[in-house]
């Protein structure tokens, strides 16, 4: 957009398209007539039709929409983005997580802040990680930028809770070794795109 | 040995530089971009990476090692040099692991930046893989090989640089190219990647551990995460890190570094310091600088009762008693108590420097010492140091005596009475004259001797120094072509005939010759020496006289001072003085200091009736250098600024200084009024700049201006014959220990104990009672390979410990050692 | 006489308890009507589908702070509450209920007090209502307040004119204004109900009722959108309560007087018996507003003026008037 049209203050006057709601009357006879002419056709009836109708279909024809929401749960989508989930890898059952640190670098709200170390086995080891919930704004970047599928949102959205820290620790959000086989894979931001092998070039190997 | 300024053109830039000038470093210095690897800026080309292929004046050469001619036309980047640069790029990212996640280099990993740069998407080359293991060459260097890229730059900076010649390319055991690359490839990334394949970086003592400073400077310099720093392995992320530029304050180089900070960990929100970085390409660093950064005073809060105290203690104190380690507005401050309150100020560690610099000025009419350290390992190409001990005294006047040799193809005369195996292996042209303690006049006599422009000598000097040479003569064996007459028959003819042929042979031969008794006396062989001294000399142009701590506490102080101005003024040396301690140069200059303390004591971070300490185990705690900003003044001769790393929640000694009617506003007040009299300038705190442009000039703070006055006729004194003999200490701390702060720091982990040469080790046993005149101290023994003789060494750095009153003035005493 | 006086005050004392009580049960019908007609389900939590709410809400209610805001004219701002309440409740006084039925052989007339200007005492005490919401609004130093009492007089003063001039007609058509005369004249089945008679009359009425008890699309006394609650912004707990009630009441009472006036009253409805059928004409009545407020928007004060005396009352002039002359000739 171009600086002259932001500078066009004349509000009003751009591309708006005005919907053919006729001409109000202007003199008191034409009142008088709409008035009159309303009255007769009952439209305020249909109103009442409608409303009545709706009560018909809920009553009676068990089209109610009404979720007794702690008793009952709508389904929701693969992709929301609720409190997250650290994954394991399938095969050994490690955590995903190798502590790259760029969850804590991209998000937004500051919150995500983990302690590596070096450990017994030359490897990165996560001896902490924490979300703080309470500056989380689920904006779903870490879960896009981690380059091992290790943080991603999971589907838990009741975030209320005594303390904070409850679902904070790295621990809370780690797939239970025992529901490993029931590990899914996060469909949503970050995840492998079902083409992603076409858009890869091969690095030869002298295998 | 100025060098020719001239004009060359790098992608039509014009750039100025010096004849002889390498144009990757003309380009740098101009900020001109030549993507290179292995080439270190003020170390020799290694050739390794090959990536700075350029073409000059239509050639193609590596501009690392191409040097720059007057009107030289220069092209960075073709469209075949891109080529060649990707392809090696490409041979770079073969096998090299993918784990820049977890990487410590991940953000600024020059591999990852070269290979962005030169946009590489695609590789086309492939090798089987060795196994490499990661190993931990020591105390604190990590190298893991498997990331390494074989650029050498460890190798080159630990040679040329730091001295220690502690790693070395090694066989990788990797599998032969693939004869097919050969053709297809371009040549020069075939021709590096056939080398790359073949090596890999090990300690150069053929062990598994290196033997070297522990100075951690490879890890500063190694472009990806192969070594680094053993303590800093994945504990935190390089873009996480706050840079805080600062000084060091552990000796008297008051090098430039970063301080990086983060919160410490999740539990503990407060900022630690979680390593040290520095300029490398321009500031070599030291163990202590990189590894002695957590010696701050943590979790100190204001104890308002014990600054009460503190103020009643300033209030009745008659003596300030304080260490060298100190900013240049910390010790004004202490003058202006001096000055207002009649206190006296004791430093034990700056006095007899201080005495030592106002008797040069007095000899020489300018109160601060001609050259620098700076000035020395650009321009020298002969140095000579005298009573320094340069492994141990300062890093960066041994860097400087290395570099010489390295890079200058210079020569070195190392006196000193401590023997030390490194020193010779600087270079070549390296003479160590290992003498006795207390010769340190003759040595001076023996340079002046070897260096000065005879005729411009007084003629005192010149008929003493007379008396040293004799006229001998020896018998030498010479060879000799001798001309014989042979008869020879030839069988066919029966002829005779008469050959002439030359045979050598040896013959004995009295010559006359020089003998020099000074360099006899002084321990060496004077015939061998005149030989190698002949050889030493050839092609020098410009000589750096370096003086050290030993001077400064000798009984012949006075006359020493005189013979270093004499040195300067008659050998045009270029002479730097080390000042013994952090800030010694600054505190020299701006307090007056007495010898003796007297009455009620203060001590800050010394000891004393009421204890001022950053140690955090005085009666009122004090900041340490990391948590202060301030000025500190370099050996270099330089005012220059530092800044607060870390929170500090206490009392400060400006806040004293308030309580007592005599302070400022903010210790950083006090910068504008170091005294203009001693060659500080007026110039705010927030006025001083900090750091270096792109051809290595250094701009932080400001430099000293020598303050010039009348020099004195006074004669020099013939050299005393007074040399201690017997058993004999030297005060000499280990290589990363200066004082109690490097000793706090987790990751130097040098002991309070007596060095000693391995064979004396082995004598003294494990533990030892040194009695000395005064008192006694009972120590562990601990070898160090790197001495020789039979001094032993006593470190310093535990001012509680109070070995400076047990030395006195010297820095060498007779001693007793009782094995315990 | 003491007898008299025994059944009075029993009687008043079974309106009080009674009609208060389908007043809050009326809170709970009109949530649920109104759920069910945005297809929800209502309250559902407390008891038996949700029946148990308004014991829940009568707890909150009376358990909550009695707060009165700095600066408000204490008396008037705790008395206005009562006002609304009380004036409510009298108003029932002179309403029939039910028809003459015997209990433990004594004939009980389920009126506290048949008075013979029943309906005019009646609209006077619901025209006397409004002092309630205007004195609430100018008591509590609340510029919402202020002009929820604003809003009080001028829709109260206005509709009261329509009130009165609807339910003229009917009055001279009957001859008398005792609500008892008004069912009696009606006792002849569906085809003497007075709305065959006087079908303009309902309408206005109906309407003007609407605004008398405040209720949607003429709630712009407490219209939240507007102004905050109006005259009831400062309130809570059981204060705020007495006005929900006494609403609640007006709401019942215009029921039975539509249902007495227009609609043959308590007598029997073919085979329903009369009792039955003026609670089910009643019930209409107060569904019927809850289904006008599921169903219609608000208007705005100023069509409110403009449909009060521009439309609604000139039509009642005309009714009385035309009424006149039929009954002349």
Known sequence: MSLEQFKDRNVGTQNYTMLDLGESPKTGWGKFKQVAKRSVKLELFTGLKVTFREMIKALFMGEMHTTKYPFEKLPIAPRYRAIHEMKRLLESGHYRCIGCGLCEKICIADCIRMDTRYDENQRKEVSEYTINFGRCIFCGYCAEVCPELAIVHGGRYENASEQRASFALFEDMLTPLDQLTQQKEYPGFGAVSPDADKKIKKTPLAY | ?820 | MDGYIIATVIKAILVLAVISALAGFGTYLERKVLAFMQRRLGPMHVGPYGLLQLVADGIKLFTKEDFIPNNANRLIFMIAPVITAATAFIALAAVPMLPEFELFGITVRPIVSDLNIGILFVLGMMAAGLYGPLLAGVAQHNKWGLLGAARTAVQFLSYEVVTGLSILAPIMIVGSLSLIDFNNYQAGGIGEWLIWKQPLAFILFLIAGFAETNRTPFDLLEHEAEVVSGYATEYSGMRWGMFFIGEYANMITIGFLASLVFFGGFNDWGFIPGGLAILLKVSFFFFLMLWVRASWPHIRPDQLMWLCWKVLMPLAVINVTVTGFVMMF
């Not at chain 2, 004046?57 to 030289?72: H, L, P, T």
């Not at chain 2, 002695?292 to 009460?308: H, I, L, M, P, S």
């Not at chain 2, 620098?372 to 006047?397: C, H, T």
């Not at chain 2, 005729?455 to 007379?466: G, I, N, V």
């Open chain 2, 1 to 820: 040995m100025s060098k020719k300024e001239i004009t060359i053109r790098i992608d039509g830039v014009e750039c100025r530089t010096t004849e002889g000038e390498y144009i990757l470093n003309a380009a740098r210095a101009n900020g001109i971009f030549i993507p290179a690897i292995c080439y270190l800026t003020r170390c020799s080309p290694t050739l390794a990476c090959r990536i700075c292929l350029v073409e000059a004046d239509g050639k193609r050469v590596y501009s690392c090692n191409a040097k720059a001619k007057e009107g030289m036309e220069v092209v960075t980047s073709t469209e075949e040099i891109l080529e060649e640069r990707r392809a090696i790029m490409e041979v770079y990212d073969v096998n090299h692991p993918l784990q820049c996640g977890v990487c410590d280099q991940h953000g600024e990993c020059e591999l990852q930046n070269y290979t962005l740069e030169l946009a590489v998407d695609f590789q086309h080359y492939a090798i089987a893989d060795t196994m490499r293991e990661v190993k931990d060459w020591s105390t604190v260097l990590h190298y893991d090989a498997g990331l390494c890229i074989v650029c050498e730059r460890c190798v080159t900076v630990c040679k040329d640089m730091i001295g220690d010649n502690a790693l070395k390319t090694g066989p990788r055991g990797g599998s032969a190219l693939d004869k097919a690359y050969k053709e297809t490839m371009p040549k020069d990334a075939y021709a590096m990647w056939n080398k790359l394949q073949k090596s890999i970086i090990v300690p150069s003592n053929g062990t598994e551990h290196t033997n070297c400073s522990d100075c951690g400077e490879c890890t500063a310099v190694c472009p990806v995460g192969a070594l680094t720093e053993r303590d800093f392995v994945y504990k935190a992320n390089p873009w996480e890190l706050k840079e805080i530029p600062a000084t060091c304050a552990h000796c008297s180089s008051g090098c430039h570094l970063y301080y990086e900070t983060r919160f410490a960990s999740i539990d503990n929100h407060e900022e630690m310091i979680f390593r040290v970085k520095n300029e490398w390409n321009f500031q070599s660093l030291c163990g202590a600088g990189r590894f002695g950064y957590d010696f701050e005073n943590r979790d100190v809060t204001k104890d308002e009762a014990a600054f009460a105290k503190a103020v009643e203690a300033l209030k009745k104190a008659e003596t300030v008693r304080f260490p060298a380690m100190i900013s240049n507005e910390e010790a004004l401050m202490l003058q202006r108590l001096k000055e207002e309150r009649g206190v006296k100020l004791v430093n034990p560690e700056v006095r007899p420097f201080q005495r030592f610099l106002q008797a040069y000025a007095k000899a020489s009419g300018r109160s601060l010492y001609g050259s620098d350290f700076k000035e020395i390992m650009k321009e020298a190409d002969f140095v000579v140091s005298v009573g320094a001990a340069l492994r141990n005294d300062n890093p960066n006047a041994r860097y400087a005596f290395n570099s010489v040799q390295k890079m200058n193809k210079g020569a070195g005369i190392y006196f000193h009475p401590v023997g030390d195996t490194l020193v010779p292996t600087f270079g070549k042209s390296v003479e160590c004259i290992t003498h006795k303690p207390g010769q340190e006049e003759s040595a001076l006599y023996l340079v002046l001797d070897l260096f000065a422009d005879k005729e411009s000598l007084p003629d005192y000097l010149r008929e003493y120094l007379a008396g040293f040479h004799e006229t001998r003569t020896r018998t030498v064996k010479e060879k000799v072509m001798k001309e014989i007459v042979e008869v020879v028959k030839d069988e066919e003819s029966g002829e005779e005939k008469e050959v002439k042929k030359k045979v050598p042979e040896m013959v004995e031969k009295e010559v006359e010759y020089d003998h020099n008794l000074l360099a006899e006396s002084l321990g060496v062989d004077p015939v061998a020496f005149s030989e190698s001294f002949e050889k030493m000399m050839k092609k020098k142009e410009s000589f750096a006289l370096i003086v050290g701590e030993d001077l400064y506490g000798h009984p012949q102080w006075e006359n020493l001072a005189r013979l270093v101005a004499l040195v300067e003024k008659h050998c045009g040396m270029m002479t730097a003085m080390i000042p013994p301690k952090s800030n010694a140069l600054g505190v020299a200059l701006i307090c007056e200091l007495v010898d003796e303390a007297s009455g009620y004591t203060v001590g800050y971070n010394q000891p004393g009736d009421f204890r001022l300490s950053a140690l955090g185990d005085g009666d009122l705690d004090m900041p340490a250098m990391n948590q202060q900003e301030g000025t500190m003044t370099t050996m270099d001769k330089r005012v220059v600024p530092t800044n607060a790393a870390l929170e500090y929640g206490g009392y400060e000694l400006n806040d004293l200084m308030n309580a007592l009617g005599l302070g400022k506003r903010l210790t950083i007040d006090w910068t504008l009024e170091l005294p203009a009299e001693k060659g500080f300038q007026a110039v705010a705190f927030d006025d001083l700049k900090d750091g270096f442009l792109n051809d290595g000039t250094e701009i932080r703070g400001y430099a000293l201006t020598p303050i010039k006055g009348r020099a004195s006729t006074a004669k020099a004194k013939e050299a005393s014959d007074e040399v201690l003999e017997g058993e004999i200490a030297y005060r000499c701390n280990p290589q990363r220990q200066f004082n109690d702060f490097t000793d706090r720091a987790h990751q130097i982990f040098e002991a309070f104990a007596l060095y000693a040469s391995p064979a004396k080790a082995e004598e003294l046993g494990e533990k030892v009672e040194v009695v000395f005149e005064k008192g006694s101290l009972t120590l562990e023994v601990v070898a160090d390979e790197r001495m020789e003789g039979e001094i032993v060494a006593v470190p310093d750095f535990k001012a509680d410990r109070d070995v400076y009153g047990l030395f006195g003035e010297s820095r060498y005493a007779n001693v007793t050692i009782k094995k315990v």
